[in-house]
């Protein structure tokens, strides 16, 4: 029931085909949604395009496939992450227009361009090994509709590639910044742009690094202010997150 | 040395006032902040009023009056976090425009209005014991020129009282969500708005809150996707980061 | 708005008193307690005589009387967690009926007597050390109408204490269990009882006690079913707990 | 040996068909459970019908079945838990009235109704990765008696769906709350609610949830107060508590 | 109710003077000590002069000197461990016998000699903050009767000084190693002993040493067999083990 | 060179067969064990029949084949831990007298009756999936002489089960406690012995079980003195150490 | 852009050839490394025959054999660390010249003979299982040119076999200790030796040794000074720090 | 008994004057620092003016001043750490040439010039609150020799001024890196510097720094190879390996 039911609703109240304890009865029962709450929900479904994510983690094949489907069918785009080659197999036989991006392990079909966003995302990673979850972040923020700039192998040990790209880096209007072992370069980052910068650490590392733990509160201890974090190896946290920021700028 | 100073030195050169080695030896030693690199450190000090901020934590009440005597004395703007009582009170006594805020142990001094930011900031808050890291948030956003709505005493286990402001949150263009305990608040706002969340743990609560580890996991592990995560009672951090968020917007 | 307002409203908008669009937009605009939920959020108050609960943990002695005088003044029942001696001196000199219990910290404010609540609540802990933690939990129980007993001084290490007790606690409808260091005495009460039991772990202990973590997770891997824990020294969580799986026994 | 026994032995005495010295000896040397004492251990077993239960983990399929086949041959009824589907076949070729409860991993053997227990439990979790943990909950509280209601998908970052299930919820005389990644779900549903609830942290999430570890610790530092906490995926405790709680109701 | 006891009963129900119903009830409910299992607790009270121990952390001075006056006044002796000198003082003005042992805060008050242990007992300590602990530990050793040798300054890193006192420890028929930081001194006094090696770790140390976790591992993890270790700083059980272990010793 | 060759060394001196010079270089360079240092090493092995131990995870068949070859060869008994069935093949097939204990992964090959050891060992546990840890206990502690009573399935939860075996446990001279999840049962043990009591955690369990750590932390947390634990699964460690407390009772 | 570079364009300025202004843009857009900041990152390359590292975890056999093939095309050695056999038998077919070191799963392959460094290296170990890890630091000093001498089998609680090595210990320059388990070798060489220890904590080890928490943090912990601690297994990162500290050393 | 005293001994056996018996049985009792062994031990106190260390925390002035006066007696200079205002003031009271370092919390008294080492060292530290733990390294590696060079407020947010200072850092022989927080100087330094890094993390920082937990994992994860880590806040342990690493350098 949307705005214009209740309107509905009321005008036969008014118009008297409606008595009023039946009207308030409808009401009373009717789901939040209706009442313009559940707008929350569904808000996004309700842009042409927008799209759709599925976190393919735990999932089968053909649940995968089932879902895409579902989602393309309604006109929507769908993103799928941790989405198995199997997984993505699944999906295109099904979803031709289905792509997979394999070093992201994001699946992303498309049936409507999406609302291009202001503004750029630049993601930036330390080590090749840190490369899947930039790939999901940046395929994240391309899919809602960001332009984004990969770079990468900027480890801070190695501080001239780094400057190098400082460039590149401080034009973007949000920086992803990805990173393992000792998760030091959001803070690098940080101090070299003025923009936000959301931190990613990664569970790549051996020992001491204990699968993200030491990236993570280096990253929450970050030196240089404008620097926020989201959870171990979540790529696709950033990219969503760099996304919303963006979309909240005005024409 | 800024950039028509270079162009003077190579005019010097090619007039023959200037040796090609001499000027080779001065390009090569002068400090890397002459060749427009250290304009990342000074550029915020370059704009005229933008705040300068001083960690007090640490610093003696007679430390902090002298830098922020300092600051002001350049024409700027200055921000203390962490600032005792006794700090304040020096600051005052050299700084008479000086203002502090107790709630938010903050201290501030301004000589000059801040660049006003487009958009809003919602400061939510759980518990009446949180109010001190959320009001350090709303200080600094407002510090900074972004105009702070705060919004208190909306933990989970009372919704209605959520539900209540969610218009106000709604309109926010950057959601600042701080929460002790279980840290459930960022999730939940997560799930009612469409603009970047900041989410804040607190140090608030007791047992197995573990000084807010409870609360960092629980942020991190946000199950709406939009939310980043600061350190521990980092108010100033997510106020920061607001503003940085809002700076960046186009006119 | 209650649902009466609600047909009230409909009513209106029938006999041409208001326009459907006016009508649409208050139903729009209603908060939400207006519509039935909030009753969520002051049911308790509503019921005559049932306490509301302040942690006075970080209060002043100032805040809590005046927050007991609020609530009593409203024929409410009050009672305040974590209050320092202070604190119920202050309370005292503003209420004089309320009662200060040193052991427990907390203070009671009764105006009007508890609903009693059906089947009885035996409070078991292990040392003497144990006891604050477990008279708060008897304390909150029996301030919400039930009847406690107390049994104190059964550690696992003597068996026969606990046994000679056993009877008293297998009578109980719920029972709470306390202890610290080694956390032994929910397995062993959980095996000796068909009610269900509440474990609080306690803070007691020294070195890999961990401030109640060694304590805390013996609690969580209970090799006897039935058992639930709360948090570390968390007495008023258990007692009130317990109060509320007592309520809802049938008459 | 029991209490008939006990005085069969003094009748014994008294008839003198027994010395004393004897009689002595026989009684300090009985097992407790002869005593009386031991009832507690079997005390499950001798109500007709009442289920025992396996822990499947770590048993072979044909030790599992032996067991179920053992059980049920005494006229009880038979409850594994983490049982694989080959246990489950053992035991079906055996027992042929098995049923397995794939979802859930879990395998009942009825061979009696089970006493009904007054009430009604529901169970709640908050995402479709959960729902395993959530079944054996569902499974083990419906197998001792009680009516259950599954309340599933209704996670924190879309409250609609929560609030419009939640009259079923308040129905329930005890809530069983099932949530992984950030854990806020018993908070939630701990304002909302009256009844007592369980909160059942998983090991759903990834990085920094730590297998469980953040949705316990936030489970543990609730601010709704009524909630106490099981083990990490531990369906069959919070299940088991939950007809605890009903069992105890007077008639 | 000692056998005997039982056994009177039993003759008076032959004698007729106790009804065989009667009978049964008295044996139901008297309390399990009377059955010789509350041997148990008591049976060290009821060798003559053996010690009762009183933890002192947490206890006022007063109330320390009641428990030693009552336990004194049996004809016990009593060791109090945590005793501050407060507490000492009190002791004495009321037990004038008492002795307090400043390094080891405890307190001593003999009634009797122990009965004399077989076997002796080496205190090994690594440094000289861990003295204290290692004096509590050679205490209570001495109190329950052991003979003592205290091996101080022997850490690990000056082996000659270890290696000099080797054939003391070497005579020992237990060994207590008590050493914070690394906590490396059990490993290397195990590879020179045959007895078994208590060890005890303490919270001497700073940064990563976290209160005695790192020694407490380490020595958890000894290379060298035939060591067990006690909680973080726990001289007591490191002496009243070793007692222990002496006391099984046959003559 | 034992102390015959230092005398002799010096009878060269005095004879003017070797220069003073000479002999203080080789008194210099001597290795350690040449002064009777090293006999600790050895002095296991000297005595016949007394057995090594070689901890068989990560080493290959044929290393463990080779290496229990050699010992027994040299007449010496060999015990061989974590072994693998695989291992036990390939040892039994050079080492036909070997004997492989499944339950307990240890093989032992005697060539030697080992020296008798005065006194019992109880080796006590909780369920049943902690015998294999339970059984490395004992059939170390036999392996090294000592007569082994096993006592299983006396978990806390279900204590009459525990006190019907608590003679048999209170004749032992040294009592082996292993058990997992909550690790309650030593504290219980440990009030109803006087001998000293080995805590062996065990990893038994899931969840906040943290693979032992749980029992561990509450094993060294016992209210029970007289209580010291191994490493988690440990079984070796704790019979190996009852061992030893019994090899240094006196004849 | 070389220094020579930099005064060409200066005398193309002077002599007329360049235009200031042009020539302010190339200084300008010149990336860092034309400005000798860069030699940093290929400082090591331009010394001939120095070797390249790649780090084989997570690298397919592939791409590690192009790797080494391009940097033994450049003329300079290779080492590859965490090399699978199939890595070592790709590269082999590829590169004949490299070498595989099984144990230490490291590859070489070396076009020049390394820059010699004066002085040794002793690679001390404690147990066969620490074997891998101390090779592999072996491997990699060795490969930067320094005198590796192996010690093993050297645990702390077999100390006479330690001491018999500490002659050969104490004449290297820099000592490399690797130890897992309680992690007390690098406090009882540091003992021994003037020159720097470097301590290298291993995985080695099982329940609370925590994957080499528990060495990690006694190695922190040393009481011996002169002593510093890499990460958990990094054997590589040992190696490469005594090549550095020998590297340094003046002719 | 020094070399020269052995020597003598011999001289006495083949001069008759000490029959070989006796000769062997001083041999045999004499200490293990009489056979070279200790000269381990008292190695630098032979060195004339060598520094003895003394830990000052948790030692009273009086001792303190107690231990440099001995030290200094004997012509040693001595260095206190973790030396209180009042320890300094009872040292120079009685020593009168001793020096308080306030920032370092360090005491110096020299009565000798320290051997001069070769090379020098760079102190580096990234914030204003880690100059005391960096002073403390300062300060000890000059007392062992070195000349040292301070480099402060170098924070990686900043690279600018970092930058401006590598060319300091680059000339020193060995580095020491001080940093909290997130602890990502090290990492930036590494990749600067040819020479060995020394990491120390400092308990700088709040919230998730968990009191230099993050700093330290962030060390040992350094992607950077040649850097060692020492303990939190271990300043003294840096300037002491600094100093190892120097003096084993060849003149």
């Given at each position: 029931?949307?705005?214009?039911d209740?309107?509905?609703?009321?005008?036969?109240?008014?118009?008297?085909?409606?008595?009023?304890?039946?009207?308030?009865h409808?009401?009373a029962?009717?789901?939040f949604?209706?009442?313009g709450?559940?707008?929350?929900?569904?808000?996004?479904?309700?842009?042409?395009?927008?799209?759709?994510?599925?976190?393919?983690?735990?999932?089968?094949?053909d649940?995968?496939?089932?879902?895409?489907?579902?989602?393309?069918?309604?006109?929507q785009?769908?993103?799928v992450t941790?989405?198995?080659?199997?997984?993505?197999?699944?999906?295109?036989?099904?979803?031709?227009?289905?792509?997979?991006?394999?070093?992201?392990?994001?699946?992303?079909?498309?049936?409507?361009?999406?609302e291009?966003?202001?503004?750029g995302?630049?993601?930036?990673?330390?080590?090749?090994?840190?490369?899947?979850?930039?790939?999901?972040?940046?395929?994240?923020?391309e899919?809602?509709?960001a332009?984004?700039?990969?770079?990468?192998?900027?480890?801070?040990?190695?501080?001239?590639?780094?400057?190098?790209?400082?460039?590149?880096?401080?034009?973007?209007?949000?920086?992803?910044?990805?990173?393992?072992?000792?998760?030091?370069?959001?803070?690098?980052v940080?101090?070299?742009?003025?923009?936000?910068?959301?931190?990613?650490?990664?569970?790549?590392g051996?020992?001491?690094?204990?699968?993200?733990?030491?990236?993570?509160?280096?990253?929450?201890?970050?030196?240089?202010?404008?620097?926020?974090?989201?959870n171990?190896?979540?790529?696709?946290?950033?990219g969503?997150?760099?996304?919303?920021?963006?979309?909240?700028?005005?024409?």
């Amino acid at each position: 029931m949307d705005p214009r039911d209740v309107l509905g609703l009321l005008e036969d109240v008014r118009a008297g085909r409606l008595a009023p304890g039946e009207a308030a009865h409808r009401l009373a029962t009717l789901p939040f949604e209706d009442l313009g709450f559940a707008r929350l929900d569904h808000h996004r479904a309700l842009r042409k395009g927008f799209p759709e994510v599925v976190f393919g983690g735990g999932k089968t094949p053909d649940q995968i496939a089932t879902l895409v489907e579902r989602i393309t069918s309604r006109g929507q785009n769908a993103l799928v992450t941790r989405a198995s080659r199997e997984a993505a197999a699944a999906v295109v036989a099904r979803v031709p227009s289905a792509a997979y991006h394999e070093t992201a392990r994001a699946l992303t079909a498309r049936v409507a361009d999406p609302e291009p966003l202001k503004g750029g995302v630049a993601v930036v990673c330390a080590g090749t090994s840190d490369i899947p979850v930039a790939e999901e972040a940046a395929i994240t923020a391309e899919f809602h509709g960001a332009v984004v700039e990969r770079i990468q192998d900027v480890g801070v040990a190695g501080l001239h590639r780094l400057l190098d790209r400082a460039g590149a880096i401080r034009q973007a209007d949000v920086v992803i910044v990805v990173a393992g072992m000792e998760g030091a370069l959001p803070s690098v980052v940080g101090g070299l742009v003025e923009a936000p910068v959301i931190a990613v650490p990664t569970s790549v590392g051996y020992g001491a690094a204990f699968q993200g733990l030491a990236a993570l509160l280096a990253m929450l201890n970050s030196c240089a202010p404008g620097v926020a974090v989201v959870n171990i190896d979540n790529g696709f946290g950033a990219g969503y997150l760099a996304a919303t920021i963006l979309r909240r700028r005005p024409a």
